[in-house]
Nanobody
Framework: QVQLIESGGGLVQAGDSLRLSCAAS????????MGWFRQAPGKEREFVAA????????RYADSVKGRFTISRDNAKKTTYLQMNSLKPEDTAVYSC????????????????????WGQGTQVTVSS
């Protein structure tokens, strides 16, 4: 069992930055690949970014590539999402997710593969 708690959301203006954190508790954090997803009102959940167990390979949605950076600190059991140059269309509830993964370099982008989810944190970007 893995528990995930996100923090760092808030209300910002377009062009600002935010850093989201996802703190994990429970089993060995380094055994899990991690991902960030978001869901805006009236829209389906969408993939944002993912990182492998090792923290090496990462992947991003085209809409955030070059603006967002995912990272992890296995010693602190925390995954981060640094969001720069925020746009109003980034407004959503952001959730982190974890999946046990034997492959240390595999990056997972499909939400259906993730077994554990946090409760989400609201990010609102005003124009």
């Amino acid at each position: 069992q893995v528990q995930l708690i996100e923090s760092g959301g808030g209300l910002v203006q377009a062009g600002d930055s935010l850093r989201l954190s996802c703190a994990a508790s429970g089993r060995t954090f380094s055994d899990y690949a991690m991902g960030w997803f978001r869901q805006a009102p009236g829209k389906e959940r969408e993939f944002v970014a993912a990182i492998s167990r090792s923290g090496g390979p990462t992947r991003y949605a085209d809409s955030v590539k070059g603006r967002f950076t995912i990272s992890r600190d296995n010693a602190k059991k925390t995954t981060y999402l640094q969001m720069n140059s925020l746009k109003p269309e980034d407004t959503a509830v952001y959730s982190c997710a974890a999946v046990f993964q034997r492959n240390t370099i595999r990056v997972i982008t499909a939400p259906a593969e993730y077994g554990y989810w946090g409760q989400g944190t609201q990010v609102t970007v005003s124009s």
